[in-house]
């Protein structure tokens, strides 16, 4: 095996490694209470800002501010998920060029022999 297919074999290794790491973070029961505190968080916020007449340019900024905060509590349920998916694309795609090297150097390896001018097959 090349250099090049061990540091692809390591870092599907590693990747898949913390893949598994935040598989387990958001299967753990304490993710799913962590989420309903995020959800409560963010309509207890959205109460404000939809069911709360402004009076004046203050209580924009305010409500600007807590839209803020709504996106920044999203932000936070959906990251991990995100973080899962752009980790399995990652292993795919090394797994995919593992593959690709695997097979440049098995094709290598045979062809190696057979054009070699001083090898076995020249000389009949």
């Known amino acids: 095996m090349s250099d090049k297919a061990l540091l692809l074999a390591?870092?599907?290794?590693?990747?898949?490694?913390?893949?598994?790491?935040?598989?387990?973070f958001v299967?753990?029961?304490g993710w799913k209470l962590f989420h309903d505190l995020l959800e409560e968080q963010k309509n207890s916020r959205k109460g404000e800002i939809l069911f709360k007449p402004?009076?004046?340019?203050?209580?924009?900024?305010?409500?600007?501010?807590m839209k803020g905060e709504i996106s920044g509590?999203?932000?936070a349920q959906v990251g991990p998920?995100?973080?899962?998916?752009?980790?399995?694309?990652?292993?795919?795609?090394?797994e995919a060029k593992l593959?690709?090297?695997n097979?440049?150097?098995?094709?290598?390896t045979d062809g190696r022999?057979?054009?070699?001018?001083?090898g076995p097959s020249f000389s009949e």
């Open 10 to 24: 390591e870092e599907i290794s590693d990747k898949a490694s913390y893949l598994a790491v935040w598989r387990s």
């Open 73 to 75: 509590l999203t932000l």
């Open 81 to 94: 998920f995100a973080l899962i998916e752009g980790l399995k694309a990652d292993v795919q795609v090394s």
């Open 103 to 108: 097979e440049r150097e098995s094709q290598s």
């Open 113 to 118: 022999n057979a054009s070699r001018v001083d």
């Open 99 to 101: 593959e690709q090297e």
């Open 54 to 65: 402004l009076k004046d340019s203050e209580a924009l900024y305010a409500q600007e501010f």
């Open 27 to 29: 299967d753990h029961p």
